[in-house]
């Protein structure tokens, strides 16, 4: 098959996918990864990964943390900055080190492993929590700004550890190299990102307006996109680490509204379905009867952790337990995230096929649960604001 088929293929069985996924009230991510699933090696073999699909695919993963950072609201953080970042932080710390000591303990993973399998539980995907928000009317609330701050955070904490990890246990790292000068590296990176995002983005941007050319300001926000994500693995780091850190640069540019209408279509008309595809093509059944516990457990560790550390974060700064239980439930969902966390520790040789499989259903089914979950703590702690409103009506006649 021509990649010209392949791709007119995933494109069409995408659409398609994503299309039945909404239908049912699913995120879209989850049919379009079902299709490489079903289309792939795993169920009807019609798909295969090929060079073409993984070289799409990488350029998928840049761009989707590319749209990630550019999306990044940074004044919505800096407003709720306490109770957002203790929220992140504990719903990071509480799945994470849950599921490596799971993994190692219980399952005799290697510990680097055991981490990123941590690390892939740590992710959280704002977006279908947003959707369940503006279903229920909790958008414009408390609740909703510390999840969509603590999301803000949450992103750039995961995906810190994620280019850290990489650099350090992947194919990549070097066990010759001094530890003074790998910390080093990676200092100068992060000064670096901060240094170029704050200084030479804007003037970037600007000296590429006045070109008298069509597409001046897309075709600068992809410059610094792969730019930024080529300086990242010149140094060791992940490329979506770098991809990350200029959409979050431009995010603070006058420049971000337009760059969103431009660079969203270029990867999720494309770029984007592909990366998902791909991941299903990888997925095999052969052996995984063996790994229901696995799932299983991580399943319910996956769920608790996040719902636990958010909440608890939450009560810190005094929300009633309806309002922290909101928070928490608001920062169980996966999505993308753990999606792109999962294939860099794939890809990195950092878990095997059968894990592989079995946290991308990890993800899959906390994705699907965690909506369900947002919606029973939004109904009760409306019931219960109810129910409070009409004691007190009670007391007055």
């Not at 293929?9 to 659409?15: A, G, Q, R, S």
């Not at 990964?49 to 993984?54: A, E, R």
């Not at 995002?197 to 000296?207: A, E, I, L, N």
């Given at each position: 098959m021509s990649y010209l088929v392949q791709l007119v293929l995933i494109l069409i069985l995408t659409k398609i996918g994503a299309h039945l996924s909404n239908m049912?009230?699913?995120p879209s991510v989850i049919g379009e990864l079902l299709v490489g699933v079903l289309a792939g090696p795993a169920v009807l073999h019609i798909l295969t990964g090929t060079t073409f699909i993984q070289y799409f695919s990488e350029i998928g993963v840049i761009v989707l943390m590319f749209i990630a950072g550019l999306e990044g609201d940074l004044g919505l953080l800096m407003k709720y900055w306490r109770p957002a970042l203790t929220v992140a932080i504990l719903?990071?710390?509480?799945?994470?080190?849950?599921?490596?000591?799971?993994?190692?303990?219980?399952?005799?993973?290697?510990?680097?492993t055991s981490a990123f399998i941590g690390l892939i539980l740590s992710a959280t995907s704002v977006s279908i929590s947003v959707q369940v928000l503006k279903e229920m009317g909790k958008m414009n609330t408390k609740e909703g700004a510390i999840i969509l701050g603590?999301?803000?955070?949450?992103?750039?904490?995961?995906?810190?550890?994620?280019?850290?990890?990489?650099?350090?246990f992947g194919n990549s790292a070097s066990s010759s190299q001094p530890m003074w000068l790998m910390?080093?590296?990676?200092?100068?990176?992060?000064?670096?990102m901060l240094v170029l995002g704050k200084y030479f983005v804007p003037k970037f941007m600007s000296f590429f307006g006045k070109l008298n050319t069509s597409e001046n300001y897309a075709t600068a926000a992809v410059i610094l996109c792969?730019?930024?994500?080529?300086?990242?693995?010149?140094?060791?780091?992940?490329?979506?680490?770098?991809?990350?850190?200029?959409?979050?640069?431009?995010?603070?540019?006058?420049?971000k509204d337009i760059l969103v209408q431009k660079i969203e279509p270029i990867g999720y008309a494309i770029f984007i379905p592909v990366f998902f595809v791909s991941i299903g093509?990888?997925?095999?059944?052969?052996?995984?009867?063996?790994?229901?516990?696995?799932?299983?457990?991580?399943?319910?560790?996956?769920?608790?952790?996040?719902?636990?550390?958010?909440?608890?974060?939450?009560?810190?700064?005094?929300?009633?337990?309806?309002?922290?239980?909101?928070v928490g439930a608001g920062m169980i969902s996966r999505g993308e995230m753990a999606l792109v966390v999962t294939n860099v520790a794939f890809q990195a040789s950092l878990i095997d096929q059968n894990h592989y499989t079995?946290?991308?259903?990890?993800?899959?089914?906390?994705?699907?649960?965690?909506?369900?979950?947002?919606?029973?703590?939004i109904q009760h702690s409306t019931n219960t604001q109810q129910y409070s409103n009409d004691s007190i009506n009670e007391v007055k006649l």
């Amino acid at each position: 098959m021509s990649y010209l088929v392949q791709l007119v293929l995933i494109l069409i069985l995408t659409k398609i996918g994503a299309h039945l996924s909404n239908m049912l009230n699913f995120p879209s991510v989850i049919g379009e990864l079902l299709v490489g699933v079903l289309a792939g090696p795993a169920v009807l073999h019609i798909l295969t990964g090929t060079t073409f699909i993984q070289y799409f695919s990488e350029i998928g993963v840049i761009v989707l943390m590319f749209i990630a950072g550019l999306e990044g609201d940074l004044g919505l953080l800096m407003k709720y900055w306490r109770p957002a970042l203790t929220v992140a932080i504990l719903g990071v710390i509480f799945p994470t080190l849950t599921a490596a000591g799971l993994c190692a303990w219980m399952f005799d993973f290697p510990w680097t492993t055991s981490a990123f399998i941590g690390l892939i539980l740590s992710a959280t995907s704002v977006s279908i929590s947003v959707q369940v928000l503006k279903e229920m009317g909790k958008m414009n609330t408390k609740e909703g700004a510390i999840i969509l701050g603590a999301a803000v955070a949450d992103d750039i904490i995961c995906v810190i550890l994620l280019g850290i990890c990489v650099a350090l246990f992947g194919n990549s790292a070097s066990s010759s190299q001094p530890m003074w000068l790998m910390i080093s590296t990676k200092l100068l990176f992060f000064v670096l990102m901060l240094v170029l995002g704050k200084y030479f983005v804007p003037k970037f941007m600007s000296f590429f307006g006045k070109l008298n050319t069509s597409e001046n300001y897309a075709t600068a926000a992809v410059i610094l996109c792969f730019g930024f994500a080529a300086i990242a693995v010149a140094l060791g780091m992940s490329d979506v680490l770098g991809a990350y850190f200029a959409g979050i640069a431009l995010s603070e540019t006058k420049y971000k509204d337009i760059l969103v209408q431009k660079i969203e279509p270029i990867g999720y008309a494309i770029f984007i379905p592909v990366f998902f595809v791909s991941i299903g093509l990888n997925i095999s059944f052969k052996g995984l009867q063996h790994d229901i516990l696995f799932i299983s457990l991580l399943v319910v560790v996956a769920i608790i952790g996040k719902q636990l550390g958010g909440s608890l974060g939450a009560r810190l700064f005094n929300l009633t337990w309806s309002e922290a239980n909101i928070v928490g439930a608001g920062m169980i969902s996966r999505g993308e995230m753990a999606l792109v966390v999962t294939n860099v520790a794939f890809q990195a040789s950092l878990i095997d096929q059968n894990h592989y499989t079995a946290m991308i259903l990890v993800t899959v089914v906390t994705t699907v649960i965690a909506p369900i979950i947002l919606k029973i703590f939004i109904q009760h702690s409306t019931n219960t604001q109810q129910y409070s409103n009409d004691s007190i009506n009670e007391v007055k006649l």
